[in-house]
């Protein structure tokens, strides 16, 4: 599949997605993998502002990315968090020993593999809601044209969770996001129990998770509280195949 015919799909598998009472993890999950999948990028990562303003890790495409998101928030120190306080996208930026731009993050992203880093805001009309952050294992530029892609893909997402949230009141809003921050505890508990059953890794557990949420039309937070809750065994969970949206 081309890149043009990648980006159609992308974009319907996100409308597909924006239905009542959406999982934002879900979505947000889709645009991390689609980056992947349409940029010259190895991992991609998406924060959130909780509605105190502090940064929340919502979706990564990867384990990898997942434990450096996590790190970023531990150390209020990396690209994302630059990226977010200061709405300005972080681009082709390459990491080393030497870089002394990050010095707690850095050699933690070096330590899992990564060469180089791009940060992008969410962000519409001034107001900045999140950051979408992608990372090389590899040195090297982006082309411009996979900027565009990328800063595209994470609009669209901008546009959905804020469109969403103006039908919303302040109290109805705050609620939201406390439940799409709280469902990453569950997502970790259910792919920890996922782990332990089926001995697979994180990463394999994840996709478990969103290919039986898939293939039985259910909310992703929603099956990982049944796992969690003993209600459904992981080994009863659909097997993941990798597949592109045609």
């Known amino acids: 599949m081309n890149r043009e015919s990648l980006l159609i799909a992308t974009l319907v ?5 924006l239905v009542d009472d959406y999982d934002v993890i879900d ?3 889709v645009l991390t993998h689609r980056c992947v999948d349409a940029v010259d990028v190895d991992a991609a990562g998406v924060m959130l502002a909780s509605p105190t303003g502090e940064l929340q890790f919502v979706a990564s495409s990867s384990e990898s990315m997942t434990i450096l998101e996590l790190f970023q928030i531990q150390t209020n120190e990396g690209p994302c968090v630059d990226c977010f306080h200061d709405g300005l996208a972080i681009t082709n930026h390459a990491l080393s020993e030497s870089d ?3 010095p707690l993050f850095t050699p933690r992203a070096l330590a899992l593999g990564f060469r180089a880093v791009h940060s992008l805001p969410m962000r519409l009309r001034g107001r900045t809601i999140g950051a979408l952050n992608l990372f090389r294992t590899h040195q ?8 565009i892609v990328a800063q595209g893909l994470a609009d669209v997402a901008t546009i959905a ?4 949230r103006s039908t919303l009141d302040a109290s109805a809003l705050n609620f939201q996001l406390n439940n799409a921050l709280n469902s990453r505890v569950i997502i970790e508990q259910a792919k920890g129990m996922i782990c332990q059953s089926t001995s697979c890794d994180m990463d394999e557990a994840f996709n478990r998770l969103r290919a039986h949420a898939r293939n039985h039309n ?3 937070t929603t ?11 992981p080994n009863d969970l659909d097997l993941w195949v990798m597949t ?3």
């Open 244 to 246: 592109i949206p045609e």
């Open 223 to 233: 099956l990982a509280t049944r796992v969690v809750a003993t209600s459904i065994a």
């Open 100 to 102: 002394g731009r990050w």
């Open 218 to 220: 259910e909310g992703l």
């Open 140 to 147: 090297g530029t982006l082309s411009e044209d996979d900027v």
């Open 27 to 29: 979505v947000l999950t």
């Open 13 to 17: 598998e996100l409308a597909d997605n």
């Open 161 to 164: 969770i804020l469109q969403h």
